[in-house]
């Protein structure tokens, strides 16, 4: 069996249900969930459907407020474009602006400090700045010409 252990603490994390994570009366609409949960430290992941596979790392209730504020930022930028490569190009952005590899630019992996820095990198961004077209090969950069 898989082990996660907790960020904070240090501590292995245990299987949970969405009901042990949000409560009996809010885990409807997550009823098939699996997550990885700190109790102590109020910190939790999900998983990749169908597995035990953490989303990214336990994140307690600051980290998760700062993961949905990046994803507010990032998602629009691609979510409902009818080209497929524009959560490519959106990630590979951000990658470039934070200096890691598109690999490691999985914001369920941020911590604050990341998520801070993305944050900073986002604001201001459009879609029409990331949606100019393919010139020779290569995606030109926000703010490009």
């Known amino acids: 069996m898989r082990q996660v252990d907790c960020p904070y603490c240090g501590k292995p994390a245990r299987r949970a249900s969405a009901a042990d994570v ?13 997550f ?14 169908g597995t035990d596979a953490p989303l990214g790392t336990l994140a307690n209730r600051g980290l998760r407020r700062l993961r949905v504020q990046v994803h507010a ?26 200096g890691i590899t598109e690999r490691n630019c999985h ?15 986002l604001r201001g961004v459009t879609v029409e700045s990331l949606s100019a077209p393919i010139d020779s090969g290569r995606t030109r950069k926000a703010g490009e010409s």
């Open 22 to 34: 949000y409560g009996a009366d809010k885990s409807a609409s997550f009823s098939e969930r699996v």
């Open 36 to 49: 990885w949960q700190c109790q102590p430290c109020d910190a939790y992941v999900g998983t990749h459907p």
């Open 73 to 98: 930022l990032l998602d629009p930028l691609w979510r409902g474009s009818p080209d497929k490569r524009m959560r490519t190009v959106a990630y590979a952005f951000l990658a470039r602006r934070l």
């Open 107 to 121: 914001v369920g992996l941020f911590d604050e400090a990341l998520c801070e820095r993305a944050l900073s990198a």
